[in-house]
């Protein structure tokens, strides 16, 4: 097959508002790690962004947030906008200044599938009663990106017609092409495009067919970055590593690929493996408020009894706030102490999404790190050895699929 146009092998891309330099390229797979330059300072790729979705990350103060080395979080375009509202927005000058933090954001539509049982969707955009007060209401292309505007993002997500990830035959087609359409005219709409960067979304389901199309499509239009959108909504794991290996094979090679709403670390260390850039969750912040750490070896309910005497950190060696020590010969916050506080005290909740956001933050760091070492393969190797025991029995089937695809055995003998 002639290499077309989006597989070129460029290494970056500039725009007045975005800079994308591939600093090195895995060897054996697909992995990259790269500067993605934004108006708002540097985002050094692979990296999880977390959700701030009313324009605060729950249980952490921007300041916080930012002490975690975070430089790239996400707001929600629909809650901005019903709440404060653009008229707010407008005065004080975005979203930036309204929640105190000087670094990137993103936005996009990502409630739009919750609403769907409350939706109608035509040509003209969603109609759908506000969960507020109840009253109709009228979703755009260009409302959406009037919106965004107003918010100040640096990173604008298109509106795209959304369904259910197992949706199949002509409504399927339909929200892919009609996705594509309102793309076009969301590029009509942003009034910033010196500033803010307009990504496309990458629909069609689990079928391969519609993606590739979709992916030639959205390549057409030269945006600066791409989201592969529509999944983590119930498909199964091997599904769904079809679909993203599928996409980063077609998309343009130079420019940033955002695989949206996908969190867990390892669908984020499988889909680094695959090409993927940027990933989106609420995931770490989420399962913090039920008690819940993120460790490299699993996750711990802190809420278990079996923690009431536990007195060591949240997860040895780690360097997060609350594991390490405050004081010479002292302790960092105790599992003990956790347990202790989650079922009753915000606090709790407060410390895990700490914990759970640093992990996150650090796994896509040593991702970066092994690709620039050209070291990828063993780190992927060593993360899923230590998240199960060493128990090659335990690892799941599809990472070990998806994985062999991109030239990693991960049960092969040494």
């Known amino acids: 097959m002639a290499t077309t146009a989006a597989q070129a092998a460029t290494t970056s891309t500039s725009t007045s508002a975005l800079t994308f330099d591939i600093v090195k390229k895995c060897s054996t797979t697909k992995a990259r790690a790269a500067n993605l330059t934004l108006p708002h300072g540097l985002v050094e790729t692979p990296m999880f962004m977390p959700v701030a979705t009313q324009a605060s990350l729950k249980g952490l103060t921007p300041e916080q947030l930012e002490d975690l080395g975070c430089k790239l979080c996400l707001n929600n375009t629909y809650h901005l906008g019903l709440k404060p509202g653009k008229d707010v927005l407008d005065a004080i000058g975005g979203a930036h200044k309204l929640q105190s933090w000087n670094r990137n954001i993103l936005t996009g539509m990502f409630q739009m599938v919750s609403l769907l049982k409350l939706a109608k969707i035509t040509e003209e955009g969603v109609r759908f009663l506000s969960p507020h007060d109840g009253s109709p209401m009228l979703l755009t292309p260009e409302h959406s990106i ?157 809420r278990n009894n079996c923690y009431r005497t536990d007195f060591g950190p949240v997860e040895e060696g780690c360097k997060c706030p609350i594991c390490i020590p405050k004081y010479k010969g002292g302790m960092g916050i105790t599992r003990s102490l956790v347990h202790h506080l989650a079922a009753k005290e915000t606090s709790g909740a407060h410390l895990l999404t700490l914990h759970n956001v640093h992990y996150q933050l650090n796994l896509m760091r040593q991702a970066r790190d092994a690709i620039i070492k050209d070291e990828f393969p063993q780190f992927v190797k060593q993360f899923f050895a230590t998240l199960h025991g060493g128990d090659k029995s335990n690892y799941p089937e599809w990472a070990i699929e998806a994985l062999r695809a991109v030239n990693i055995d991960l049960i092969e003998e040494h």
């Open 146 to 302: 009037e919106i965004q505007n107003s918010i100040g993002s640096d990173i604008i997500m298109q509106l795209d017609d959304v369904v259910h990830t197992l949706t199949t035959g002509e409504r399927l087609e339909e929200a892919m092409y009609r996705s594509i359409r309102w793309l076009d005219r969301c590029v009509g709409a942003n009034k910033n495009p010196d500033r803010q960067n307009l990504f496309a979304i990458i629909q069609g389901g689990l079928d391969l067919n519609l993606r590739r199309i979709c992916c030639e499509e959205m390549a057409k239009r030269d945006t600066p970055g791409i989201a592969i959108g529509g999944l983590s909504g119930g498909e199964a794991k091997d599904a769904y590593c079809k679909v993203v290996n599928h996409c980063t094979d077609l998309l343009p090679k130079h420019k940033p690929i955002y695989c949206m709403g996908v969190g867990y670390a390892e669908d984020m260390v499988v889909s680094v493996a695959m090409g993927v850039d940027l990933f989106d969750c609420v995931y770490p912040t989420r399962t913090a408020r039920f008690g819940n750490a993120i460790t490299a070896k699993g996750v711990l309910n802190l």
